[in-house]
């Protein structure tokens, strides 16, 4: 017998989160972490379109540290520490190790004082493309927090970072 991928469960316009529970598709938090996938799925182009070496395996890093924020936004705060017993959540270390690498990234790239337009090659492109759906993600994460869906100040902070890193890393990206 074939395993199929479809369930049919989805069907009705509700998606089941992580640990339990169902919510419709148009919830808030299926909108935060569908937006987290969006940005690991433009990371995965931008990876594809780089021949860069540091660019390539800071995106990766980068994907599956979302990983880790997709699983936390998809789980029902009421259902924590099941996450936690199989995951790790966002940490205050993730954050710091992500304000080193645009630190380190700044020191090598000197910004133009004009806004930057995207679209200086395919793969600064598309990394612009992944920093834009972080930052819907971003405010997807603070509507959730504000209403009290979300309890990790730490999700938040990195979620900051993060799209601040990709812009950071689409001018090292076209660097001269």
Same mark, same amino acid.
Do not use: C
């Given at each position: ?10 069907? !009705?316009?509700?998606?089941?989160? #992580?640990?339990?529970? *169902? ?19 433009? #990371? ?16 990766? *890093?980068? !994907? ?14 009421? @259902? +924590? ?11 205050? @270390?993730?954050? !710091?190790?992500? @304000? ?34 972080? +930052? +819907? ?19 938040? *902070? ?12 689409? +001018?090292? !990206?076209?660097?001269?």
């Amino acid at each position: 017998m074939v395993k199929t991928i479809y369930t049919k469960y989805g069907d !009705q316009g509700e998606t089941g989160l #992580l640990y339990g529970g *169902r919510v419709s598709k148009a919830n808030p938090r299926t909108e935060a972490y569908g937006a987290v996938d969006e940005t690991v799925s433009a #990371l995965g182009l931008a990876k594809a379109l780089s021949s860069d070496l540091f660019v390539q395996e800071s995106i990766d *890093r980068l !994907q599956r540290d979302l990983f880790t924020v997709g699983a936390e936004l998809a789980t029902d705060p009421a @259902e +924590r520490e099941k996450l936690l017993k199989h995951f790790t959540a966002v940490t205050p @270390e993730m954050t !710091q190790t992500l @304000e080193r690498s645009i630190d380190d990234i700044t020191a090598q790239v000197a910004l133009p004082r004009e806004f930057i337009i995207p679209g200086g090659s395919t793969a600064s492109a598309a990394i612009d493309v992944a920093r834009t759906t972080l +930052r +819907r993600a971003e405010r997807r994460a603070v509507a959730l927090y504000d209403s009290g869906q979300l309890d990790s100040p730490e999700l938040l *902070r990195y979620l900051n970072r993060a799209s601040d890193f990709l812009f950071m890393l689409a +001018r090292y !990206q076209d660097r001269p």
